[in-house]
């Protein structure tokens, strides 16, 4: 795995266990109601879109490593560029369910990168 897909790779991961602890102690309503929370994690969602993109354009198969890559990458573009028709339900169901997974994905993914340069 390349240096720059590594370092976008991080950034995903940090983007993950930041959305984790902002929305860790919430309900679906206090998430609606803090304005604060919302912004910052759709920011986040979409560092993460923006970050898998950038991985793709370094390393193409990473795509095929990574649940719903097509679907992150789609949230991004909504919480971007149609954020008039964000559906917070959706964000706080993403933060709370899918930052986990793709968390566990991504630390997988470096674990093996790091393994695959202590070989060589």
Do not use: K
Not at 43 to 58: F, K, P, T, V, W
Not at 73 to 83: A, E, F, K, T
Request: charged content about 30%; hydrophobic content about 40%.
């Amino acid at each position: 795995m390349s240096g720059q897909t590594e370092r976008r790779l991080r950034d995903v991961l940090d983007a993950c266990v930041a959305i984790e602890s902002i929305v860790a102690d919430l309900e679906l309503l206090e998430y609606e109601h803090t304005l604060v929370v919302r912004l910052a994690t759709e920011r986040l969602i979409s560092i993460i879109g923006e970050a898998l993109n950038q991985a793709r354009h370094y390393e193409p198969s990473i795509q095929y490593r990574i649940s719903d890559f097509n679907l992150i990458i789609g949230m991004r573009n909504q919480l971007v560029h149609g954020y008039a028709d964000v559906d917070d339900e959706i964000v706080w169901t993403t933060a709370r369910e899918s930052a986990p997974v793709l968390a566990r994905e991504i630390a997988m993914l470096l674990s093996e990168s790091i393994e695959n340069n202590d070989r060589r």
